[in-house]
């Protein structure tokens, strides 16, 4: 059994795939805390978690022509100036499940918990790349990312991210060792892995083997034929994954985390709770949220964290404390985020529906009962 030696998890995380591990925290535990605890954050694997000895660990920077390879120990890493930046990671399947009720999907059925915020740590790729030689080129160029986790057949997890972004140092792209002040736990990463803040949780290559620049996008399954978005009108047999670029900027997005889908809440003043994000370091200025199932809208209180100007890399918490309109015995909740963009989220599914299930990023609507 390839997964007899993955890591214990904790109890509260809801299960989607026992192997490769997949689960997320419930939506209570997801909003109770601006920085999501190491232990219930979730976790996207595709394969078995590898046991990587940190003493031994070596990440291997491919050179530029002139410049030189490096072969680098944690210690090197740590030789780097050290950043630490706030950044929430989704998966490109965050709220698969609701898109699935459209019509069947392919891939794991997350809820809204596919996301999850960090304080990440690490050396900046820009500075690495820049020791093996590489500069921005006018060229197209690709930096590609292989992990130590592999498949029976010794096929690694793989990804890729365009130069300009990995060079770019206000993309702050990051080689990131600690997660939350701790060692990455083995789950995300141990010892390292990328964080490219803004970008689609499949590019934040974990366990971190290879780095290096290419011509084209790196040729793994993943960057290819995975992690991409098609009209609705596309199925299995039509699909054409070469015609689509691959997901990097992820679009805003929102949640509501309480209460929750089928519960009864008091008369008199309900509370509800959730999250926002949007993909590029593009702010959250807005959350809507509605009672009534979208006829009318209130305004969520946002929390009161820093959102850097093009480099809103986390999410916002909210919440809003409404009324519950007299004689009312159910409410139809609804939540939409606007960006700094004024990017807004659609209002149903079926027009964003995709075979693959991902892009979900629909008004999130709950509906629940009044106690009489
Ligand atoms: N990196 C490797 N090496 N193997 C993987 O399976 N999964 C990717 C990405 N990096 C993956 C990986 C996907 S699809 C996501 S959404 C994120 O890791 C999830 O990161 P997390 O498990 O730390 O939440
Ligand atoms: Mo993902």
């Known amino acids: 059994d390839p997964y007899a030696d993955d890591p214990i998890r904790h109890p509260a995380l809801k299960v989607n795939s026992q192997r490769p591990f997949n689960a997320e925290p419930p939506p209570e535990l997801l909003t109770e805390n601006y920085i999501?605890?190491?232990?219930?954050?979730?976790?996207?694997?595709?394969?078995?978690?590898?046991?990587?000895?940190?003493?031994?660990?070596?990440?291997?920077?491919?050179?530029?022509?002139?410049?030189q390879s490096l072969s680098l120990s944690l210690d090197d890493l740590h030789n780097f100036p050290k950043y630490e930046i706030t950044v929430t990671l989704q998966c490109a399947g965050n709220r698969r499940s609701e898109m699935t009720q459209v019509k069947e999907v392919k891939g794991l059925e997350w809820r809204t918990g596919a996301i999850?915020?960090?304080?990440?740590?690490?050396?900046?790729?820009?500075?690495?790349?820049?020791?093996?030689?590489?500069?921005?080129?006018?060229?197209?160029?690709?930096?590609?990312?292989?992990?130590?986790?592999?498949?029976?057949?010794g096929t690694a997890y793989g990804a890729s991210i365009p130069l300009s972004r990995a060079m770019d140092p206000e993309a702050e792209v990051l080689l990131a060792y600690e997660m939350n002040g701790q060692p990455l736990p083995r789950d995300h990463g141990f010892p390292v892995r990328v964080v490219v803040p803004g970008v689609v949780g499949a590019r934040h290559v974990k366990w971190l083997g290879r780095v290096s620049v290419q011509p084209e996008?790196?040729?793994?399954?993943?960057?290819?034929?995975?992690?991409?978005?098609?009209?609705?009108?596309?199925?299995?047999?039509?699909?054409?994954?070469?015609?689509?670029?691959?997901?990097?900027?992820?679009?805003?997005?929102?949640?509501?985390?309480?209460?929750?889908?089928?519960?009864?809440?008091?008369?008199?003043?309900?509370?509800?709770?959730?999250y926002a994000w949007s993909g590029g370091g593009r702010a959250v200025i807005r959350v809507d949220v509605s009672l009534d199932g979208g006829l009318t809208w209130q305004?969520?209180?946002?929390?009161?964290?820093?959102?850097?100007?093009?480099?809103?890399?986390?999410?916002?918490?909210?919440?809003?404390?409404?009324?519950?309109?007299a004689g009312q015995k159910e409410l139809n909740i609804v939540c939409k985020a606007v960006d700094d963009g004024y990017n807004v989220q659609p209002d149903t599914v079926a027009p964003i529906w995709n075979l693959r299930g991902v892009l979900s990023n629909a008004w999130h609507r709950v509906h629940v009962f009044v106690a009489p």
Do not use: M
């Not at 009108?233 to 929102?254: C, G, K, R, Y």
């Open 36 to 67: 999501t605890p190491n232990p219930i954050f979730f976790t996207r694997n595709h394969l078995p978690v590898p046991n990587l000895d940190p003493d031994t660990y070596r990440l291997h920077i491919v050179g530029a022509p002139g410049g």
């Open 299 to 325: 305004v969520a209180k946002l929390d009161e964290e820093e959102q850097r100007p093009r480099k809103a890399w986390a999410w916002r918490l909210w919440q809003l404390q409404a009324p519950v309109p």
């Open 116 to 153: 999850s915020t960090a304080r990440w740590a690490g050396a900046r790729l820009c500075d690495v790349l820049a020791q093996a030689g590489h500069q921005l080129c006018e060229t197209e160029a690709h930096v590609c990312f292989e992990g130590l986790d592999s498949d029976p057949t």
């Open 217 to 274: 996008e790196s040729y793994s399954h993943w960057q290819r034929r995975d992690y991409k978005g098609f009209s609705p009108s596309v199925d299995w047999d039509t699909v054409d994954f070469d015609s689509a670029p691959s997901i990097q900027e992820l679009p805003v997005q929102s949640a509501i985390t309480e209460p929750q889908d089928g519960e009864t809440v008091e008369s008199g003043e309900v509370t509800i709770k959730g």
